[in-house]
Nanobody, 123 residues
């Protein structure tokens, strides 16, 4: 089992940037693909970005491609989501999650979840 702790959320203006962090416990972080999902009020949880165990492969939702970057450092047991050119539509609770296998874009594929961190983008 792995424990995940997200941080870095906050309030920013349109066009601003935030970097979210997800710190994982344990010594087997490199065995887990990692993902960021988000959930806006009244909407289903949606995929944002995923990264493979080695960090060699990534997948992005079309809505964030070119603006967001996911990356990881297995030596630090941490994955980040760099968010640039933020829009009000990006406002949501952002969750990181982990699965002991290949990357996936599906919520149901992930076994372990962080508590979420709020991102609010004002217009």
């Amino acid at each position: 089992q792995v424990q995940l702790v997200e941080s870095g959320g906050g309030l920013v203006q349109t066009g601003g940037s935030l970097r979210l962090s997800c710190a994982a416990s344990g010594r087997t972080f490199s065995n887990y693909a990692m993902v960021w999902f988000r959930q806006a009020p009244g909407k289903d949880r949606e995929f944002v970005a995923s990264i493979s165990r080695s960090g060699g492969s990534t997948i992005y939702a079309d809505s964030v491609k070119g603006r967001f970057t996911i990356f990881r450092d297995n030596a630090k047991n941490t994955v980040w989501l760099q968010m640039n050119s933020l829009k009000p539509e990006d406002t949501a609770v952002y969750y990181c999650a982990a699965r002991p296998g290949p990357l996936s874009v599906y919520t149901s594929s992930y076994d372990y979840w962080g508590q979420g961190t709020q991102v609010t983008v004002s217009s």
